[in-house]
């Protein structure tokens, strides 16, 4: 199966990792901006890491088979530096109109604070003025009010719900997301977030619809193949090929097909690693 990985930082990621993915069928990801380890001090820290992500990180995933799109954003657990976050809004344009972008993101709340509203909510009307999708991350403690509060401000600024992956749903948030025009994100992890038997459950519970999952695997304990531990689980949980296709590819697909830059090429063959080995 040719699976999208939809939401995954490689930059924290080794080759073998790499490796891994494409022998288990991963042939497409995106990488959404998000927090170095350390809280950045300037502006061209983040400037030099989205072209980072835009360019090296696909250069390098390509030698491993993997075609590899961006999405741009200043990420919520900074955004108390409300100096620094206008400093890279007001330069973040040329990186959001890379050809490797695909959308804004990841945004939203982490505290949930006023200066984390004030960058979510002017990176949602960015985003907007360009007609880009956007990637909002739920924030993981307090989820129902995070939830609640992200909800509040999308419609506030009139953002499109429909061009919304919002991301990092569980059980606590399912019943509020539903009642949204968004596409859900299940992010899925061995030992915090969700495992393969709770997104099988709430799939069971919520239907498929506009669901996307994804193993998001970053600096804590994580899996680049959290997909493929899905799709074994689900199989063997009962539910049929057509639902989990629509999990672990069509619905991304379908998402990120709003950028005319999204082609995703399933086909690319990896690289010998002799040839660029150095
Ligand atoms: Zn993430």
Redesign the pocket.
């Given at each position: 199966m040719n699976i999208i990985e939809p939401?995954i930082?490689m930059y924290s990621r080794t080759t073998d990792d790499y490796q891994a993915m494409y022998a288990a069928g991963i042939r497409v990801a995106v990488e959404?901006s998000?927090w170095l380890g350390s809280d950045r001090h300037y502006a061209g820290t983040f400037f030099d890491y989205f072209r980072l992500i835009l360019e090296f990180e696909t250069v390098r995933a390509r030698r491993f088979g993997i075609d590899h799109y961006c999405a741009v954003s200043y990420n919520p657990k900074e955004a108390e530096n409300r100096k620094l976050v206008d400093e890279v809004l007001a330069g973040m344009g040329e990186y959001l109109d890379h050809e490797r972008c695909i959308a804004v993101g990841?945004i939203g709340f982490n505290n949930i604070t006023d200066n984390e509203e004030y960058a979510f909510r002017r990176q949602l009307e960015i985003a907007m003025s360009k007609d880009m999708q956007v990637i909002v991350?739920l924030p993981h403690l307090n989820k129902p009010e995070g939830i609640r509060r992200s909800l509040k401000v999308i419609r506030e600024v009139g953002f499109p719900e429909n061009r919304i992956y919002l991301?990092h749903n569980t059980e606590d948030t399912m019943a509020q997301a539903r009642q949204c025009d968004c596409y859900l994100g299940l992010?899925v992890y061995p030992y915090s977030k969700l495992t393969p038997r709770r997104v099988s459950a709430i799939v069971r519970q919520y239907g498929a619809e506009k669901l996307i999952v994804s193993g998001?695997a970053?600096w804590g304990v994580s899996d680049p193949l959290a997909l493929v531990k899905v799709i074994d689980f689900l199989k063997g949980d009962g539910h049929d090929e057509a639902t989990i296709q629509k999990l672990v590819r069509a619905t991304a697909d379908e998402f990120y097909r709003h950028s005319p830059r999204w082609k995703p090429d399933f086909d690319l063959t990896p690289v010998d690693v002799s040839t660029f080995q150095r």
């Open positions: 939401h930082h959404p998000f990841e991350h991301d992010t998001s970053d």
